[in-house]
């Protein structure tokens, strides 16, 4: 995930081609983008032109974009993953009913000394 730094700190591992699209894509309402687009942006992540471009012929051979007349699309198997992942920033509540719950959770068995470990 990470490797060590010259100076001891963590430096994070760069994002593959593919992580930087589908991220944008994801993020992306309607998530379709113009194949130029789509490498300018993932350029700005030091990922280079050929290897976006690259990228997206990979993806769109394995199903994971579609090609349109505009540009590249999510599938519709990434479409419902960015379903789940948009209705997880809102997730779903319900009125409160102005009653409290309350829970008391007892442990036996562990002396102080234990605990303190």
């Known amino acids: 995930m ?5 100076s001891g700190g963590v430096v994070p591992r760069p994002l593959s081609a593919r992580s930087v699209v589908l991220s944008l894509l994801l993020g992306t309402h309607p998530p379709e ?3 130029r687009e789509l490498v300018r942006l993932v350029e700005g992540f030091d990922v280079g032109a050929s290897t976006a471009r690259a990228a997206l012929s990979r993806m769109a051979a394995a199903g ?7 540009g590249y699309r999510l599938s519709e ?3 419902e993953r960015q379903r789940r992942q948009d209705e997880a920033l809102r997730p779903h509540t319900r009125a409160w009913d102005g009653d409290w719950e309350t829970l008391v959770i007892t ?3 562990r002396g102080p000394a234990a605990r303190a470990e």
């Open 2 to 6: 990470s490797g060590s730094g010259a």
């Open 33 to 35: 983008l113009p194949g």
């Open 64 to 70: 994971d974009l579609r090609r349109t007349e505009t």
């Open 77 to 79: 198997r990434l479409l």
């Open 107 to 109: 442990a036996t068995g």
